[in-house]
């Protein structure tokens, strides 16, 4: 099992940002990989157990299952279900805490899976840089930072 994390300092207030990325449903809103998103039995997108069908931009699908969220912590816990990535047993967590200086977010993606042994590097490096640096882009640019 490996394990990827990605932190960044976003330029907004962590409740406004939190305000962007708690619906589970919503990464096509912020997210530039993602074209699509539903969750598959139409209820609310931040009840723990939903799964999210995404289309991604460059085509492919994915299916995550949303296993925790806090609001107090400003934290969500998620798993692929499937993906065309070559991963197994992924779980993420996305959280942010306060930055005093500026009353701004620290925002740290992580995650843990297995993958091939010859397929590490390329997943480090797509995960961590293509998805979660991707999505702190993103959200900086959304904030003006």
């Not at 708690?22 to 993602?34: C, E, G």
Request: hydrophobic share 40%.
């Amino acid at each position: 099992m490996i394990r990827v994390t990605t932190s960044s300092v976003i330029n907004a207030p962590v409740e406004t940002v939190w305000q962007a990325i708690r619906d589970f449903n919503a990464l096509p809103a912020w997210h530039p990989r993602i074209a699509e998103s539903r969750v598959e039995d139409g209820g609310p997108s931040d009840r723990v157990g939903c799964v999210r069908a995404m289309v991604l931009a460059g085509g492919g699908a994915i299916r995550e299952r949303l296993l925790a969220l806090s609001d107090d912590e400003h934290w969500v816990r998620y798993a692929i279900l499937e993906s065309p990535m070559p991963v197994e047993n992924y779980v993420a967590t996305l959280r942010l805490l306060p930055v005093t200086d500026g009353n701004r977010s620290f925002a740290e993606w992580s995650a843990e899976f297995d993958v091939p042994a010859d397929q590490e590097d390329t997943m480090r490096q797509t995960i961590g840089q293509g998805v979660f640096q991707a999505g702190f882009d993103s959200l900086k640019k959304r904030f003006g930072g």
